[in-house]
């Protein structure tokens, strides 16, 4: 192929990059044919885990053992965790999950690995670690001991318990399992496109997610869940929100939480979580970010044509869950880590070496001059 740019999309964009049986969007979003509306009314976020990873939704013994499993692996090296501790209090979560998830390859004795068989288990001790890791360093950072985890809970559950030390409120643990099962997964997007970039190397699993996690950061990407609330506060409330974002646009800032590489009509997802995020609003006795947001979803509408992403409710429902803001991409991880986790097996298990070419823009064919002769 030449590379006089007759192929080229910046940003990727309609580039189809490879084959997934994972993941679609046409037609409705759907994780291995089943609408993420089912998945979310129907399921808890193992059973979608179980799903993304093995291909089928689990019988009930199966779903047991997977969560027996996940369970078992829900605690750090002790060196790890004295790591975490040290490290500097203004690390970002999301960096110090990125770190953690690295160092945890050190301690994995499967690491080198790369059979189906030893990307499952590695992926099962991940979803298990991945929520310890952040809630001990969270927790670590404001210089509080580590709540041991539950074997008993699931993930959302175990994650609220860990965090508060405390049984967590049933309400707060269905809305942040609808927003993990909604987060777990989305086709080849920048992360998980990433991870299948580093793994088609024959690298290896804890190389393609760390990876994955530093892609995540960005705010175009899942660090878009930690704007949310500072554009809010930023509109004020319900009556200065319009001429708010009416004077952002016209400065051509980007309103985070708006618009979608691939959908251009609404994110099907943040339907299903806005009722999530206003029932929790309603629960906290506080609808001022709701009214507001619905405030700026008018605006959006009739001047951009734009439509929020699922990351505008995720930011006002952990708003209304009482967490903190710095938490909320890490969250996004300890979901998505089920989706990489799936695309990173379904690469190494057909893979070729992910190496596009590039449209030359630079000077032509010149000699080079000796250092003496240049200046
Ligand atoms: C779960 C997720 O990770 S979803 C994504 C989360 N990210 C965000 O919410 C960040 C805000 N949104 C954005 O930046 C974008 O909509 C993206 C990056 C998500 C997708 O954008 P792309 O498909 O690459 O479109 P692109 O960045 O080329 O923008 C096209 C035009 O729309 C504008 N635009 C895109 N998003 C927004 C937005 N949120 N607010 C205002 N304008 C926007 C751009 O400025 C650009 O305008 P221009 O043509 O006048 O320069
Ligand atoms: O698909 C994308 O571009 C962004 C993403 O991860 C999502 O929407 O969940």
Known sequence: MSSDGSHYSPGLEGVIAGETTICSVDDGLR???????????????????????????????QLQAFQTRIAAARRLPLPLRDFLAALPKWTPPLDALRTAVSALSHFDQDVADNSHDANLWKAERLLGQIPVAIVDHYRLAQGLLPVPARQDLGQAA??????????????????????????????????????????????????????AIGALKGPLHGGANEKVMDLLRAAGGPDTAAAWVQAALAR????????????????????????????????????????????????????????????????????????????????????????????????????????????????????????????
């Open 158 to 211: 175990n994650f609220l318990y860990m965090l508060r030390g405390s049984e967590p409120d049933p309400d707060e643990v269905k809305a942040l399992d609808v927003s993990l099962i909604l987060y777990a997964e989305h086709e080849f997007n920048a992360s998980t496109f990433t991870a299948r970039v580093i793994v088609s190397t024959w690298a290896d699993m804890h190389a393609g997610i760390t990876g």
């Open 252 to 375: 051509k800032e980007r309103i985070m939480g708006f618009g979608h590489r691939v959908y251009k009509s609404g994110d099907v997802r943040a339907q299903i979580l806005k009722k999530y995020a206003r029932q929790m609003a309603e629960k906290s006795g506080d609808l001022h970010w709701e009214e507001t947001a619905e405030v700026i979803e008018q605006v959006m509408a009739q001047q951009k044509n734009m439509y929020p992403n699922l990351d505008w409710p995720a930011g006002r429902l952990y708003h209304a869950m009482r967490l903190d803001v710095p938490l909320y991409t890490p969250i996004f991880a300890m979901a998505r880590v089920a989706g990489w986790a799936a695309h990173i097996i379904e690469q190494m298990d057909n893979n070729r070496l992910i190496r596009p070419r590039a449209w030359y823009k630079g000077p032509p064919p010149r000699p080079v001059r000796p250092l003496a002769e240049r200046g």
């Open 31 to 61: 994780y291995r044919g089943y609408s993420v509306a089912e998945l979310a009314e129907h399921c808890t976020y193992e059973e979608v885990a179980y799903l993304l990873l093995y291909g089928e939704l689990p019988t009930a013994a």
